[in-house]
């Protein structure tokens, strides 16, 4: 009994604060569920006539609450329970009558509740999408009205609320049967009807939903609902929707006149009516609509938005490709504009962007003449010296098709009213900046380009109105340096694209901005041979570019694949660019640099790790090249700036080669030997340290030996002990072959006495000679064993055995005069036609 009590407050407190909004809907929902279970707990195996009726009136509200919160699936045992009960009660009831009147009572009694449990269980089966326990519920209830009359207009509005709850739900067949089915119901019984409003309301759905899922297949049924939606009562929205289904069917201009015909005294918006001239007019029904527009301004004469029809006559006489007629229309607009017949200010402004559209479509037509024609029916609106924005608007955009007419004082004159209208615009200042450059007016140019800038980085509150989008400063400036570049005016452009690259932060739109500019550079360059202004701003761009990647790390929007796509395209582009400059080594040299630079944001993947090496050893050599041909002081720096790129290619150059196998790639040699040429030139002091660990490398080749000591000894480097100690190695490595080849043993050998034998030296030491004294053994050795060295290595080296004879011979040394004439002899019987010469 305690808990039952506590049940029946908590239930009655749950009312009390719902109604004060103490607690909301859900929460209300769960308050009577414990109320209500614990009832059921309660109950025992014979409750009281009142317990019972208590229980199926608490299940039923419980579960009706949980309906109407969206949670149909937690009602249904509530409305068993409640069904259960029901059947108790009137077991109960009957069990304890005394006659027929009493059993008709209750019998009554008990029915009212069990029609409200059937409408819930339908109510929750239709939340639930299960179509037919719902129509076996209403079933029930429709077979209970009999009985209960008064409910018809209830069940006919539960019904018409699941058809527009599955119309919804495009479930459009069980929307036409709800809707049936609300119709029916809502007939049977005259004194409890809904209502002809409310039945026309059902029939207008019901025929909106068969007009919606299958107009041609269901058009009859459609029409005829919506007949029988006018006969009940006629409704604006019955009439518009008939007329739109009799366009459907393809009703001829008669049927449809016949319809128009039934509304002719209902009460219509001027709205409404030209929603419904437009209507005709989009289905191609010239004929009617237009008729029936002209009716129109009879029905409104003192509405004060009749100018609305004159706009909608216009349109569609564009629409229908009839310009003439609606240069007409507009001409005796703007003939009442002055003569007390204005247009309201909304449909004036409506007017302007018809005008203005028809303008602009002309424009992108490049028909100037006509553009300009329709801006001066819009001009016409405006009083002499008004000062308004749309003006400058207009004033800009004439002003643009003057300039393609090449009518630049009237273009000029155009831009001066837009300055006087709306100073501050960088609209304004952007059609000042495009005179200037047409007139190569390159002061003004730069004028006007550096007031866009500011304007650009700090908009005025007023500029916001017109502005297109967030992105409208870049796409000015973007198009102003692309204006300059096509009117060789670079200087202009570089100004345009600094304020591009520095001051608007939209990464996607500076990078589109950017590309479209280096192609058109592209073009232009190429054409004139690399010129140098050209590279130069091409050169800029570029390091925009690359500036703006580094930058873009912050920003939310320019995804990390967005920074990647951008970065391969401008290195790519940088790449050919450089090979493209194969005649100017410098731009060569600082388009493989960028390129570089700009793989830096790309993925290392071998691909990017082998461009980035070709870069910068493309790099080296050409800054290598140059400093052959320059000043000391430019040497330097040059040569500091190939053993910058040398690091960071040799660090790359490691991690290349853990990702495939390079036996063959000349990547190692052209390192050692640009890293040697720089190290030599700058007299660097670990160039010996360098070479220390060459000299131990078993797979050096000759060839790269040989270079070395060229290089050691090529002017500013002079390296005698390297270049000896190269040409030694090199030496060493001829013989091994196994087949010596004679003509470049004799080269290296040429080399390797020449440095080691200096000419007209005479008090040279011992050991050098006899070290010398070797190497002609050595030639002399292979001059015996082959035809093929070459005749005049021979007599060279019979000429400096000989003279360093003589030269022995002057300072008294008798012995080594004799030994080394003697060497020069033994190369006589080696000559060939020159042996005579020389016997």
């Known amino acids: 009994l305690q808990v039952e009590e506590s049940a029946i407050n908590l239930w009655n407190w749950t009312v009390t604060k719902h109604t004060g909004a103490v607690i909301n809907d859900e929460q209300r929902a769960k308050l009577r569920f414990v109320a209500c279970r614990l009832i059921c707990l309660c109950e025992g195996s014979d409750p009281l006539e009142g317990t019972i009726r208590r229980q199926i009136l608490m299940s039923m509200k419980t579960g009706k609450g949980w309906i109407d919160i969206g949670k149909a699936g937690l009602a249904d045992g509530f409305l068993e329970n409640a069904m259960n009960s029901i059947e108790k009660l009137y077991a109960k009831l009957r069990n304890g009558s005394e006659g027929e009147a009493d059993i008709q009572m209750h019998r009554a009694d008990v029915e009212k509740s069990l029609f409200k449990v059937l409408s819930y269980q339908a109510e929750s089966a239709v939340a639930q999408g299960d179509f037919q326990k719902a129509v076996m519920c209403v079933q029930r209830c429709k077979d209970m009205l009999m009985k209960l009359p008064k409910e018809t207009c209830y069940l006919s509005i539960l019904c018409y609320n699941f058809g527009v709850e599955t119309y919804e739900w495009k479930r459009y067949e069980q929307s036409s049967f709800w809707l049936s089915q609300s119709y029916d119901i809502g007939k049977m019984d005259m004194k409890y009807s809904v209502g002809k409003e409310m039945q026309a309301k059902v029939l207008r759905l019901l025929a909106t939903t068969y007009f919606e899922w299958d107009c041609s297949l269901y058009l009859d049924k459609a029409l005829k609902a919506i007949s029988l939606a006018n006969q009940e009562n006629l409704h604006p929205a019955g009439f518009f929707l008939k007329v739109k289904i009799l366009l459907k069917s393809g009703a001829t201009d008669e049927d449809i006149n016949s319809a128009l015909a039934e509304f002719t005294h209902l009460e219509m918006s001027l709205d409404f009516c030209l929603n419904t001239a437009k209507l005709l007019l989009e289905h191609g029904r010239e004929s009617v609509g237009f008729d029936f527009l002209k009716s129109v301004p009879e029905r409104f004469e003192s509405s004060p938005d009749l100018g609305k029809i004159t706009l909608l006559h216009i349109e569609f006489l564009l629409q229908n490709k009839k310009e003439l007629l609606a240069k007409q229309k507009i001409e005796e607009v703007i003939i009442g504009h ?285 800054d290598l090249e140059m400093g052959r041909q320059v000043t000391p002081s430019e040497q330097t720096e040059l040569f500091s700036q190939a053993l910058q790129h040398l690091q960071t290619c040799k660090e790359i150059w490691k991690v290349l080669k853990l990702t495939g196998d390079f036996a063959k790639d000349p990547t190692d040699t052209l390192l050692l030997l640009y890293e040697f040429e720089a190290r030599s030139k700058l007299n660097d002091p670990t160039l010996h340290n360098l070479m220390e660990s060459v000299w131990e490398q078993p797979q050096i080749e000759i060839k790269t030996l040989e270079i070395i000591a060229s290089l050691a000894m090529e002017s500013p480097a002079r390296y005698p002990v390297l270049c000896k100690k190269a040409l030694k190695s090199a030496l060493n490595l001829h013989r091994k072959q196994a087949v010596i080849d004679a003509e470049k043993f004799s080269k290296c050998l040429h080399s390797l006495i020449n440095i080691s034998l200096p000419t007209g030296l005479t008090d040279l030491e011992t050991c050098v000679l006899q070290e010398v004294w070797d190497y002609f053994e050595d030639a002399l050795s292979v001059v015996s064993s082959t035809d093929a060295y070459p005749e005049m290595e021979i007599l060279w080296l019979m000429t400096r055995a000989w003279n360093t004879g003589i030269f022995q011979y002057t300072v008294g040394k008798y012995k080594e005069a004799e030994q080394w004439c003697g060497l020069g002899m033994r190369f006589l019987n080696h000559l060939g036609s020159l042996k005579k010469s020389y016997e």
Not at 358 to 381: D, G, I, M
């Open 338 to 622: 002055y003569t007390g017949k204005q247009l309201l200010p909304e449909a004036l402004n409506q007017l302007h962007i018809i005008l203005w559209d028809r303008a602009a479509k002309h424009y992108e037509e490049k028909n100037y003449s006509e553009a300009l024609h329709w801006y001066n029916y819009s001009v016409s609106f405006y009083t002499p010296g008004q000062i308004d924005q749309h003006l400058a608007k207009l004033q800009r955009n004439m002003a643009s098709c003057y300039l393609h007419l090449k009518q630049v004082d009237k273009a000029k004159e155009a831009v001066k009213q837009a300055e006087r209208c709306d100073p501050n615009s960088i609209f304004t200042k952007f059609s000042v900046y495009k005179i200037a450059v047409m007139e190569n007016d390159t002061d003004k140019a730069m004028e006007a380009v550096i007031e866009m800038g500011k304007l650009a980085e700090k908009p005025s509150e007023h500029e916001d109105k017109l502005r297109v989008d967030k992105n409208t400063g870049s796409n000015l400036l973007s198009l102003a340096a692309q204006i300059a570049l096509e009117n060789d005016q670079q200087i202009v452009a570089i100004k345009a694209l600094e304020y591009l690259s520095e001051h608007l932060q939209d990464c996607q739109q500076l990078f589109t901005a950017l590309k479209c500019l280096v192609r058109l550079m592209l073009s232009k360059v190429m054409a004139e041979n690399a010129e140098k202004s050209g590279s130069f701003v091409l050169n800029f761009m570029f390091s925009a570019a690359n500036k703006k990647l580094a930058e873009s790390f912050t920003e939310e929007k320019f995804t990390g694949d967005m920074r990647i796509l951008e970065a391969h395209w401008f290195r790519k582009v940088a790449w050919n660019l450089a090979v493209q400059f194969k005649d100017s080594p410098e731009k060569m040299r600082d388009f493989f640099v960028l390129s570089f630079k700009l793989s830096q944001f790309c993925p290392s993947d071998k691909a990017v790790l082998i461009a980035q090496k070709t870069c910068l050893l493309m790099a080296v050599a050409i």
